[in-house]
Nanobody, 116 residues
């Protein structure tokens, strides 16, 4: 069974950077489309960044475009979300997701708090 382990969250000042990791076990990171989602208090979960398992095409939400970068390292079997120029509105619990046409898996969340 595929399991995802998200890590890398923490407290950072506005303008700072964090890198989130999503370690994949029970599967190969390249075989899945990987997505990062976030959920702020009182809000719905939203997609932040995704990378296609077919051709590596990436997608970034408008709110993070130019600041966040999604990538994956097959050698580490891990996907990453590099977050730069963080803003207080980026504060949320971040979740990673791995999916194929048939299945979808979620990791536990990692909390990112951006202070002003």
């Amino acid at each position: 069974e595929v399991q995802l382990q998200a890590s890398g969250g923490g407290l950072v000042q506005a303008g700072g950077s964090l890198r989130l990791s999503c370690a994949v076990s029970g599967g190969t990171v390249d075989d899945y489309s990987i997505g990062w989602f976030r959920q702020a208090p009182g809000k719905e979960r939203e997609a932040v960044s995704c990378i296609s398992g077919y051709d590596g095409t990436t997608y970034n939400a408008r709110s993070v475009k130019g600041r966040f970068t999604i990538s994956r390292d097959p050698a580490k079997n891990t996907a990453f979300l590099q977050m730069n120029s963080l803003k207080p509105e980026d504060t949320a619990v971040y979740y990673c997701n791995a999916r194929t046409r048939i299945n979808a898996y979620w990791g536990q969340g990692t909390l990112v708090t951006v202070s002003s």
